[in-house]
């Protein structure tokens, strides 16, 4: 009898260590997987969601193949249970496992949005409108409504955000990315101020950011920031009205088309520099740090005027004669190229 009751429990045994075999089995092959995905693809994972659901979503979104040994997944490798709520991003190549350990590492994935050198503010509206898992603050908020939450005491934004890209994880805020842009932007300033050469004609940072969003939409050669300063610079010690296309452009607003006319230069703005003396009263554009640096540092030169090369720099000159034979050449060169 003893021998017939060791024989069954032996039995027993061998079934269930089989059965126990072949559920293992099951578990690792349903938890190595691969994510059924052919690109990237983003993962919210919110707070309070259960290690079940988690699968459950995964399935729901045809990533993975549901298999009723999902449900042992917890007792049979908790240590992939412990997930982080976030936004990941999920890649293929990855399969269940590697996922899960994705989810448990809380590394988020990081969105960006870049604001170009030379933007304006009202870009940067259509660019934060327009970024995916950004949460919107600043619907319905004035431009001037804006500076208030930023704490500053100018109504109008230009040239107080610095243009650069920024990165950000879900649930981040537009005001959010403004905040950040607008402490970047005066700390570069404040250093960038201290470093900055004597006798300038700037009697403010402000008037240092005005001049350096000029200098930004003058130039995109590296280059050529300290000399198109100077020329500013210069023209300000001489009490010259500053001349510079981007100051009209920016005070014709939606006005502009694509074209300057003689009768847009004669047409007074607060901002036409061709008609008003010194610095228009506000930035132009989003300066970015070399621009605002060149401003503050200008390379020391004589130079008063300066045209398109037509090869991607400028012409600089030290008298109106030198100039004006410059622009006949940059003309000449356009209508040889028609």
Do not use: C
Not at 47 to 55: E, I, Y
Not at 163 to 190: C, M, P
Request: glycine share 6%; no cysteine.
């Amino acid at each position: 009898m003893i021998k017939k009751i060791t024989i069954f429990l032996a039995l027993a045994a061998m079934i269930a260590a089989t059965g126990y075999g072949y559920i293992t089995k099951q578990v690792e092959q349903y938890v190595t997987q691969p994510l059924q995905i052919e690109q990237d693809q983003i993962f919210t994972l919110k707070s309070g969601t259960s290690f079940n659901r988690v699968l459950a979503q995964l399935t729901e979104q045809g990533w993975i193949e549901s298999n009723d040994v999902s449900r042992l997944v917890r007792r049979l490798h908790p240590e992939l249970t412990q997930l982080k709520a976030g936004t990941y991003l999920l890649q293929p190549g990855l399969n269940l496992t590697q996922t899960l350990e994705l989810l448990k590492s809380g590394k988020e994935h990081q969105f960006a949005i870049t604001f170009l050198e030379g933007s304006t503010f009202k870009e940067w509206r259509e660019a934060l409108v327009g970024a995916s898992h950004l949460e919107h603050e600043l619907t319905g908020l004035s431009e001037a409504d804006i500076a208030v939450k930023l704490g500053l005491e100018h109504e109008k934004l230009e040239g107080l955000l610095l243009a650069e890209t920024y990165h950000y994880t879900f649930g981040t805020s537009d005001l959010d990315i403004l905040k950040r842009a607008s402490s970047k932007l005066q700390q570069v300033l404040n250093i960038q101020w201290e470093k900055r050469q004597d006798k300038l004609p700037l009697k403010t940072p402000y008037e240092a950011l005005i001049l350096a969003s000029i200098i930004e939409k003058e130039t995109a050669v590296e280059e050529e920031r300290e000399r198109v300063a100077s020329v500013f610079v210069n023209r300000l010690n001489k009490r010259m009205r500053l001349q510079t296309d981007p100051t009209v452009i920016y005070g014709m607003g939606d006005k502009y088309d694509g074209n300057i006319r003689k009768k847009d230069l004669r047409t007074p703005t607060p901002y036409n520099t061709y008609t008003i003396s010194g610095l228009p009263p506000t930035p132009i554009a989003m300066p970015g740090e070399a621009s605002i640096e060149a401003a503050l540092n200008p390379e020391s030169s004589k130079y008063l005027y300066f045209v398109a090369s037509g090869t991607g720099g400028h012409v600089f000159s030290k008298s109106l004669a030198e100039h004006n034979r410059a622009v006949r050449a940059y003309l000449k060169q356009l209508r040889s190229k028609k």
